[in-house]
């Protein structure tokens, strides 16, 4: 029997990632989630990883960065309950070189396990606001891993360049638990629906068709 190939998934617990996971596991690969607590806020994101995790037969390893709040919690309202959370993309959402981050130990840790494959969930939505976001960015990040290791690793987004509403309806088509996933930047028993991500979420839901199992407070 053929031992599959394995990949590490940056977990977040939100839609996105959930997506790149059950796809990564259509796909054949043997999965290995990450997912990290850096400090923000919206500490269920770990909890829906773990779920998201779980219903794929897998663990996630949750790594805690939380000491990371203070490197840039005066700049970022998800680590920050200071600073105002806007309806719109504000600089104040971006957390700084945070996929650089995440890819960073997701690089070590693919190496630990033996992966050749680190998968995240980044897409076309976010590529105008988010630069670590973008396939220039993740292409010149797998060149630093496989320098900095020696191993051919390869780092991708799956959906890359694809509108976050397409990816909400291919994890539909894929069976993602779209109700284990958690996106808002607060810790609330719901959604707030005010926030970048909920309205965001809420918006590409919408365009996709797809039914959204989240309950919000607006």
Not at 93 to 113: C, E, G, H, T
Not at 134 to 158: M, N, S, V
Request: include cysteine.
């Amino acid at each position: 029997m053929t031992q599959k190939q394995k990949c590490v998934i940056v977990l977040s617990g939100g839609p996105d990632s959930a997506v790149v996971a059950y796809w990564a596991k259509k796909e054949g690969y043997d999965l290995y989630p990450i997912t990290f607590n850096y400090g923000q806020i919206a500490v269920k994101e770990t909890k829906a990883a773990e779920k998201i995790a779980e219903s794929l037969g897998a663990k996630t390893k949750i790594v805690d960065l939380s000491a990371l709040k203070g490197v840039f919690g005066d700049v970022t309202s998800l680590c920050n309950s200071e600073i105002p959370l806007t309806a719109e993309f504000s600089q104040p959402i971006i957390v700084p070189f945070r996929n650089a981050i995440f890819l960073s130990v997701a690089v070590s840790y693919a190496v630990s396990v033996g992966a050749d494959r680190i998968f995240y969930g980044a897409h076309g939505s976010d590529e105008p606001f988010y630069p670590d976001c973008r396939r220039e960015f993740y292409e010149a990040f797998e060149k630093t891993a496989q320098l900095g290791t020696g191993e051919h690793i390869i780092i991708q987004a799956p959906f890359s360049g694809k509108l976050k509403s397409e990816v909400i309806k291919k994890g539909a088509e894929l069976g993602v638990p779209y109700e284990f996933t958690w996106s808002c930047y607060r810790d609330a028993e719901k959604h707030c629906g005010k926030c970048e991500s909920c309205v965001n979420r809420k918006k590409a839901f919408q365009d996709s068709g797809i039914a959204d199992p989240s309950k919000y407070d607006a």
